[in-house]
Structures are given as C-alpha cells and as structure tokens.
T-cell receptor
Framework: QKEVEQNSGPLSVPEGAIASLNCTYS??????FFWYRQYSGKSPELIMS????GDKEDGRFTAQLNKASQYVSLLIRDSQPSDSATYLC????????????FGTGTQLKVEL | DADVTQTPRNRITKTGKRIMLECSQT?????MYWYRQDPGLGLRLIYY???????NKGEISDGYSVSRQAQAKFSLSLESAIPNQTALYFC????????????????FGPGTRLTVL
C-alpha cells in the first residue's frame, strides 16, 4: 500500500464547477497535510495546509481533513481554466521531522 | 527576486560525467531538501539537511551526494551520471521551528531538468 494515494486522473470539470480532489494516507499518526499545485514543467506551489479535522477555507479553495478515515480532500469552487494543473497531496508522517511524503498527484482539467 | 533559486535550469550531459546542481535560498530557512520527480513516480526525497552540520539520506540517495556549504546553499552532485538519473530535480526549504505545524511547509525552487545521454 502506498503511503499517500491519489487518483491520477485526469479529472475533467466544466468551467465554473466544483472540482473535488481526494487523497488517502496510511500513517494514522500523521499530523500535517498539504496541497500543492504543479503546472506542467514547473515547481510545486503550496496552496493549502491543514492540521485539524474539519474544513479550512482560503478563497476558492477548501481543504477537508478526516483523520479517523485517513483522508484529506481539496475542493476548488468556480473552477477556472487556469486551475488546470496537477495537484499533489503531501503528508508529514509520524516521526518524520519536517519530511513530507507526496502522492503522485491528480491531474485536473477545467474545460471551457 | 525568487526565494529559492536553482542552477542550472536545464542540463544535458553524457553517461559517466560528474554533475553538480546548486540551490540557494533567501528565505532564511534552516532546512533544505533535494527531490527528483519522474513521471508516474511523484516526488522522491534524495537528501535533506536540517542545518549545515546535519545531512541525511532520503529514500533514493544511491548515486548522489550533497554538500551544505552554508545555511543558504545546498548542492547535489551526481558523481558519475547514468541515463536513469534523467529527471526533474527540485530543491525545497522549510523552517526549523515555528508556531504550530506550519513549519513543515516546504517551498520549492524552479527545478533543474537533467538529461543524461
């Protein structure tokens, strides 16, 4: 079992719709969770972090964390073509110091 | 100005050559990381350094070495490059301490695309 799992996609949504990206993790003791956006050929850019169960909103982005079920999700409201990218989920594992374990990413395509 | 810079941005080399990738940061972060990214495999940690005197192997350190010349500089070397080291290489930084777990946030440089023929 991979430590951090994401559906590779592509996930296609129409412009203006809500995009829902999901991530599951295997280390039950993980405490910190991150979403990165990566455009093709570019570096990952941190867009959201979440540490507590529940929802965290930042503009059009909402991160949702459920530690009991070991999943974290990212919702993008009013999706725009510029949101088309690969979204990486990262987890700080138990005893990992600052190290992060990354999923392989979900490709999102927002269609006009 | 970019907070984390990497040089070179692109490099094509031949099998057996020694290659050095450099990373510099102006974020004042103590911790620095080197990752490689391959299609379908995601980001994998090569080496990390929590301060100038603390360097640690990541999950795929074989064939690589690093040097932390200063708090702001962390270099990755391929002593004898081989074709399966062709990949996108990223440097990242994070704080050592902070309020709450936000210090786990990592910030990436623009990357180096390395091709080994």
């Amino acid at each position: 079992q991979k430590e951090v799992e994401q559906n590779s996609g592509p996930l296609s949504v129409p412009e203006g719709a809500i995009a829902s990206l999901n991530c599951t993790y295997s280390d039950r003791g993980s405490q910190s969770f991150f979403w990165y956006r990566q455009y093709s050929g570019k570096s990952p850019e941190l867009i959201m972090s979440i540490y507590s169960n529940g929802d965290k909103e930042d503009g059009r982005f909402t991160a949702q964390l459920n530690k009991a079920s070991q999943y974290v999700s990212l919702l993008i409201r009013d999706s725009q073509p510029s949101d088309s990218a690969t979204y990486l989920c990262a987890v700080n594992p138990t005893g990992g110091g600052n190290k992060l374990t990354f999923g392989t990413g979900t490709q999102l395509k927002v269609e006009l | 100005d970019a907070d984390v810079t990497q040089t070179p941005r692109n490099r094509i080399t031949k099998t057996g050559k020694r290659i050095m990738l450099e990373c510099s940061q102006t974020k004042g972060h103590d911790r620095m990381y080197w990752y490689r990214q391959d299609p379908g495999l995601g980001l994998r940690l090569i080496y990390y350094s929590f301060d100038v005197k603390d360097i640690n192997k990541g999950e795929i350190s074989d064939g690589y070495s690093v040097s932390r010349q200063a708090q702001a500089k962390f270099s990755l070397s391929l002593e004898s490059a081989i074709p399966n080291q062709t990949a996108l290489y990223f440097c990242a930084t994070s704080e050592a301490t902070g309020v709450g777990p936000s210090y786990n946030e990592q910030f990436f440089g623009p990357g180096t695309r390395l091709t080994v023929l």
